[in-house]
C-alpha cells in the first residue's frame, strides 16, 4: 500500500500506512505476548515432552518474544517500506550489510568466542534487533515522503513516454509492411497493363475456302 500512495502522489497517505502497519504489528504481538507468558510451557508440549527443554520455557520465551517483535518490525520497514518508496538500495544496504552482521556475525562470536548459552542467543538477537529498529525507524522518520511521492510519479511517467514510444514504432513498422506489398501489387498490375498495350493486333488467317 506504501508504493500504491506514492504512486498516486499522496506521500501523506503512504506514511500513515507505514506506521498504520507497524501499530499492527505491536498490537498482534502483544497478543501473542498475552498467550504466551501465562501458557509457554503448555504451548511448548505441542513441540516437545523433553522436560529439560520445557523448563527453560520460562526464560526462553520473553526473549523470544522480544527478539521476533524487533526484527519484524526491521524486515518490514527495510523490505516493505523502504521498497515501497522505490529504495532498494538502502534496502539491501541494510539487510546485506547491517542486519545480517549483527544477527548472523553477533551470534557466531557469542558462541565462538564467549562460548554462550542458548539463553544468550536469544537476548543477542533481542539486543541486536532492538540496534536495528532504532536505526531503521530514524532512517523512515527523516524520510522526506513529498520527495519520494514526486519520484515515484516521475518513474510512472518515464515508463508510460517507454511504452508509448515502443508501440509508435511498433505501428510505424506495420505500416511499412502493409505499404509495400501494395506498391508491388499496383506495380505489377501497370505492368502487365502495358504489356497488354503493346502487344499488335493480328490479321485474322484468311483460308482457301474464303478466296
Known sequence: RVGYHLGRGDGTAAKR?????????????????????????????????DEDVLGLSGILIP???????????VGNITSGVFSGM??????TILSFGFELPMSIGGVAI???VFHGNLLGVYWWNAISGG?????????LMASDWGHWAQEARNRQEASRNSNTND??????????EETVPLAEASSTDNTMTTVDEEQP????LVTDEQS
Open 110 to 112: 557469542y558462541i565462538l
Open 17 to 49: 500506512t507505514a506506521w498504520l502497519v507497524l501499530y499492527f504489528i505491536g498490537a498482534v504481538m502483544l497478543l501473542v505476548t498475552a498467550l504466551f507468558l501465562p501458557l509457554g510451557h503448555e504451548i511448548l508440549k505441542v513441540a516437545t515432552n
Open 63 to 73: 526473549a523470544m518474544l522480544v527478539g521476533t517483535f524487533l526484527n519484524l518490525l
Open 167 to 176: 508501440d509508435d514504432a511498433a505501428d510505424g513498422g506495420s505500416e511499412e
Open 131 to 139: 540496534i536495528e529498529v532504532a536505526v531503521v525507524v530514524a532512517i
Open 201 to 204: 493486333e493480328t490479321e485474322p
Open 86 to 91: 522505490g529504495r532498494p538500495i538502502i534496502a
